[in-house]
């Protein structure tokens, strides 16, 4: 129900729901429907209800798991937690309720600090109000080109402890970003099949922002055949700046 994570920022990660569709270009090399697909083959249990083959695919259909929701009650030490690596959490097909329990997990466990990160910000502003927002609770949006910068404009009313922005993959310069209310910045390039490369300008637009804001700043990786095929320093040095935890 939860693994340890090779994700740099994070330490575990924990999918209550699994499954997705792909709604813009970030979403074109998907890692977590290729993933799906194979865990599918697999024989994994919670990969076997497939998506529109158009926009999802194989073990990628949305699918929430209500057994999944006890895991963090077993975990003792504190932990960074990602929510649905290999999902979205406010897709339109997981109910208000088991958004709700997952929230109600969260709120329960503040021992942890529990990230979220959606591409569907517009659905978690109607959902906002009928939701207890826990103080361990951060929520993310993607940013991965300019077109969807309106994300973050939506993020900025959402009642989070941390708002912060995933510009991974980033696929495209951003130009001037509107940081008031943003608690953190994470950037990376794209990886695996057909990853289309990061501009070093791109990266660095965004890190002297971030400087300028006193915004934390994050560098995953530049991406290429593999997350690690080309390293992760920034200008001579790594960048794994991070808002508190919760337990801290």
């Not at 922005?165 to 950037?187: N, R, Y």
Request: charged residues 20%.
């Amino acid at each position: 129900m939860a693994s340890g994570s090779k994700i740099e920022w994070t330490e575990v990660t924990w999918n209550p729901v699994t499954g997705c569709d792909r709604i813009s270009a970030g979403c074109d090399n998907c890692y977590a429907l290729t993933l799906s697909k194979r865990l599918k083959a697999m024989g994994a249990a919670k990969y076997q209800n497939d998506g529109n083959p158009v926009t999802s695919g194989p073990g990628f259909g949305v699918t929430t798991h209500p057994r999944a929701l006890r895991q963090p009650y077993t975990w003792r030490a504190p932990r960074t937690v990602f929510v649905n690596s290999m999902s979205d959490l406010f897709h339109a097909r997981v109910p208000i309720d088991f958004i709700a329990d997952v929230f109600k997990v969260i709120a329960d466990t503040p021992q942890h600090t529990y990230q979220v990160l959606t591409k569907r910000p517009s659905r978690v502003l109607k959902l906002a109000d009928q939701l207890d927002w826990p103080a361990n609770l951060w929520l993310g949006v993607s940013v991965e080109e300019a077109k969807v910068r309106d994300r973050i404009a939506a993020l900025r009313k959402v009642p989070a402890a941390v708002r912060f922005l995933s510009c991974e993959p980033l696929i495209g310069p951003l130009g001037h970003l509107e940081l008031d209310g943003i608690g953190w910045v994470i950037v990376g390039g794209e990886s695996g099949h057909g990853a289309r490369p990061v501009q070093a300008n791109w990266v660095t637009e965004i890190r002297d922002q971030c400087v300028d804001a006193n915004v934390p700043f994050f560098f995953k990786q530049w991406g290429g055949r593999t997350p690690k095929a080309n390293g992760r320093e920034l200008d001579g040095r790594l960048w794994d700046e991070m808002p508190a935890l919760a337990a801290s």
